[in-house]
Structure formats: structure tokens, C-alpha cells
């Protein structure tokens, strides 16, 4: 049983209070035939530019670290249990899909599959709107990424072997349920997304593991076991990221489940996040956003890198950044 937990939206001049018992969190799903564009066009300075599909919003996951909380506070709810049970759906996603690819001009490296949503969470096993989208790239001969925690990709099987330059990325923070409960209390165990790892990998599919987010303190010292595990499971690619905050309200909300699912040890934790951010939780601009700043981080960089290293995976390649263009210089008249 859940109750309803939303931080204020800063985005609303209300928000509600709930004096005594807070009601029980429902799930509600919306179902939106207004959306006009299904990809979106994002630049970070990791990553170069990046497009997104997203067929749903809201993740019935409810990882309490997730960056997309913030997302549901721009279409008016919160980024606490309405973000876990308020779920908007596209179900026209495939269609806009296909029409936005035929009128493109932008040439996509891969068309990524993720960053507002689970594109697997448990509602596409009767939506079906990631795998018919899926099916237009493969149509298109779009290059596609994928990043899930849901075995519920081994379904379409039948289509991912066919994509072209296929990658897909299980997101594995923790080796164990007992760990990985705390944070993420309504997501497939570890065991299953490893299992789900093997049945791509064993079919020809690239893959590789998040190990995000690291929670120091708590699963660093798992980063060689996920490691060992992903490398039996096929898996080539590995990445880790320090936990990180954008908002407020994902701050507010992650701090209290994690005293409310271990009170004995969340102090101790917040702790050794602040010790990365002078303090903070909340990193202060971009660079810092991904990683830590002591020896404590250094020495878990140097960890992943030892494992990374004896088990063979193979390194990213740098994405180039976008040319600079100089900026128009001002004719003069005569
Ligand atoms: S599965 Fe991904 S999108 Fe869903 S709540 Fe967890 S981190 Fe967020």
C-alpha cells in the first residue's frame, strides 16, 4: 500500500496537505491523443545532441533517485507518487513516429529509447507502443538505443535481432532484491533483468550495464559482483554515475523513503553524498552532476576501472561534439 507523498510542484501556486492519514496512491492512466511530436531533441555536453522516444510519461517503477521525476511537474502533478501512478499514455506514439521520420532532415546517430520513462514498464505488455515504434525503425533503418530494468524486452525479440545497430542498456544498480528494494521498490529484481541480459545477448544483441546510481556507502562495493554478473550475462558496455538530484522536490522525496525504508542507516548514507558536494546533496552546476570530488570517488572510479579492465568490456567511443560555428559578423552598408 501506497499513500499519496507529493512534494510541492514549483511550478503550481497550490499545493495540497493532508491532515492526518494521507489517502492510498491509485493508479490512474491517461491516455493523450494531443501529443504532435514524439521526438525530442535534447544537447548535453556527454552526450552531443540526443533524440528521445517516449511513449509513456510517469513510471510505475517508482525508483526513488529518478532524474524524470521533474518531468511530471511540467505537465502539473508531482514529482513523488503521482509521478509512480498518474501515467500518461501516447498511443498514437507510433504513428507521429513514423510521420516525424519521414519528413526528418536531422541525421541521428541512434534514436534512444528512454530518459523520461521506462520504455518497458508494465503497461506496454498490452500498449505495445514501444515495440510497434521499434517497428517503424526498424522500417527506417533507424539506429536504436535502448535503456530499460524490464525483462519485458525479451518479447520482441523477433524485431530487436532485425534492428540495425542495436544497443540496449540494463540499468543494475544493485546485485541483490534485499539492495535493490529500498530504491526501487517496484522494478523487476536484478536476477530477472541479468536473465533478460543473457537471452539478448544469446540472440546477438549488444548490451551493456548502468550501474547508476552509485549510492556511496551502499553499493560501491557491489560495482565488481554487477560487473562479474554482466560480463556472464554477454554484456561488453559498462558505465557508473554518482547519484545526483536535479530538483528540490526529487531531493525532498529520495531522503524521505530512504529514512522511512532503512531510518538506521540513511543518515550515515546522506552523509557520504554530502562529503562529494561540499555538503550538499544537490550538485551545483552540470560537470559536477555525474560525479564525486574526494579520494572517496576517485577510489571507486579506479574500482570500476580495475574491473571494467580485467573483464574485457570495451570503451565508449567519445561522441564528437557538435562544430562551432562562427557567429555571423555584421556587413557593413557602404
Ligand atoms: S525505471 Fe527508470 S524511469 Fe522508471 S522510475 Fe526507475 S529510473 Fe525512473
Same mark, same amino acid.
Given at each position: 500500500?501506497?499513500?499519496?507523498?507529493?512534494?510541492?510542484?514549483?511550478?503550481? !501556486?497550490?499545493?495540497?496537505?493532508?491532515?492526518?492519514?494521507? *489517502?492510498?496512491?491509485? +493508479? /490512474?492512466?491517461?491516455? =493523450?491523443? @494531443?501529443? $504532435?511530436?514524439?521526438?525530442?531533441?535534447?544537447?548535453?555536453?556527454?552526450?552531443?545532441?540526443?533524440?528521445?522516444?517516449?511513449?509513456?510519461?510517469?513510471?510505475?517503477?517508482?525508483?526513488?533517485?529518478?532524474?524524470?521525476?521533474?518531468?511530471?511537474?511540467?505537465?502539473?502533478?508531482?514529482?513523488?507518487?503521482?509521478?509512480?501512478?498518474?501515467?500518461?499514455?501516447?498511443?498514437?506514439?507510433?504513428?507521429?513516429?513514423?510521420?516525424?521520420?519521414?519528413?526528418?532532415?536531422?541525421?541521428? !546517430?541512434?534514436?534512444?529509447?528512454?530518459?523520461?520513462?521506462? *520504455?518497458?514498464?508494465? +503497461? /506496454?505488455?498490452?500498449? =505495445?507502443? @514501444?515495440? $510497434?515504434?521499434?517497428?517503424?525503425?526498424?522500417?527506417?533503418?533507424?539506429?536504436?538505443?535502448?535503456?530499460?530494468?524490464?525483462?519485458?524486452?525479451?518479447?520482441?525479440?523477433?524485431?530487436?535481432?532485425?534492428?540495425?545497430?542495436?544497443?540496449?542498456?540494463?540499468?543494475?544498480?544493485?546485485?541483490?532484491?534485499?539492495?535493490?528494494?529500498?530504491?526501487?521498490?517496484?522494478?523487476?529484481?536484478?536476477?530477472?533483468?541479468?536473465?533478460?541480459?543473457?537471452?539478448?545477448?544469446?540472440?546477438?544483441?549488444?548490451?551493456?550495464?548502468?550501474?547508476?546510481?552509485?549510492?556511496?556507502?551502499?553499493?560501491?562495493?557491489?560495482?565488481?559482483?554487477?560487473?562479474?554478473?554482466?560480463?556472464?550475462?554477454?554484456?561488453?558496455?559498462?558505465?557508473?554515475?554518482?547519484?545526483?538530484?536535479?530538483?528540490?522536490?526529487?531531493?525532498?522525496?529520495?531522503?524521505?523513503?530512504?529514512?522511512?525504508?532503512?531510518?538506521?542507516?540513511?543518515?550515515?548514507?546522506?552523509?557520504?553524498?554530502?562529503?562529494?558536494?561540499?555538503?550538499?546533496?544537490?550538485?551545483?552546476?552540470?560537470?559536477?552532476?555525474?560525479?564525486?570530488?574526494?579520494?572517496?570517488?576517485?577510489?571507486?572510479?579506479?574500482?570500476?576501472?580495475?574491473?571494467?579492465?580485467?573483464?574485457?568490456?570495451?570503451?565508449?567511443?567519445?561522441?564528437?561534439?557538435?562544430?562551432?560555428?562562427?557567429?555571423?559578423?555584421?556587413?557593413?552598408?557602404?
Amino acid at each position: 500500500m501506497r499513500y499519496v507523498n507529493n512534494p510541492p510542484n514549483p511550478y503550481q !501556486k497550490y499545493s495540497a496537505e493532508f491532515l492526518g492519514e494521507p *489517502p492510498s496512491a491509485k +493508479l /490512474e492512466i491517461y491516455e =493523450e491523443f @494531443t501529443t $504532435k511530436k514524439i521526438i525530442t531533441k535534447a544537447y548535453s555536453s556527454d552526450f552531443g545532441y540526443r533524440y528521445t522516444v517516449n511513449c509513456y510519461r510517469g513510471c510505475i517503477h517508482a525508483c526513488t533517485y529518478c532524474f524524470a521525476r521533474q518531468y511530471h511537474e511540467y505537465l502539473g502533478y508531482s514529482a513523488g507518487t503521482d509521478f509512480e501512478t498518474k501515467i500518461v499514455v501516447k498511443p498514437n506514439a507510433p504513428i507521429l513516429l513514423r510521420e516525424e521520420l519521414k519528413k526528418t532532415r536531422e541525421k541521428m !546517430k541512434t534514436l534512444d529509447f528512454s530518459f523520461a520513462t521506462d *520504455p518497458y514498464l508494465p +503497461l /506496454e505488455a498490452s500498449y =505495445e507502443l @514501444t515495440r $510497434k515504434c521499434l517497428q517503424v525503425c526498424l522500417d527506417f533503418q533507424i539506429p536504436v538505443a535502448i535503456i530499460t530494468k524490464s525483462p519485458l524486452i525479451t518479447r520482441d525479440l523477433d524485431i530487436l535481432t532485425k534492428l540495425k545497430n542495436l544497443f540496449v542498456f540494463f540499468s543494475i544498480p544493485f546485485p541483490t532484491t534485499e539492495k535493490s528494494n529500498p530504491f526501487e521498490p517496484f522494478t523487476p529484481i536484478p536476477g530477472a533483468r541479468f536473465r533478460a541480459m543473457k537471452t539478448l545477448t544469446d540472440a546477438g544483441i549488444k548490451c551493456g550495464i548502468g550501474i547508476a546510481p552509485i549510492i556511496l556507502g551502499y553499493n560501491d562495493s557491489d560495482i565488481p559482483v554487477l560487473l562479474e554478473k554482466a560480463r556472464n550475462a554477454g554484456a561488453t558496455k559498462a558505465f557508473i554515475n554518482f547519484i545526483h538530484f536535479d530538483t528540490d522536490s526529487i531531493e525532498n522525496y529520495f531522503v524521505e523513503k530512504l529514512y522511512e525504508k532503512i531510518p538506521t542507516k540513511a543518515e550515515k548514507i546522506l552523509n557520504q553524498q554530502k562529503r562529494e558536494r561540499n555538503g550538499n546533496l544537490r550538485h551545483k552546476n552540470f560537470a559536477e552532476r555525474n560525479q564525486g570530488k574526494t579520494e572517496k570517488w576517485e577510489i571507486v572510479v579506479k574500482l570500476f576501472e580495475l574491473h571494467f579492465k580485467r573483464l574485457g568490456f570495451e570503451k565508449f567511443e567519445k561522441t564528437p561534439k557538435p562544430e562551432e560555428k562562427p557567429l555571423p559578423v555584421q556587413q557593413k552598408l557602404f
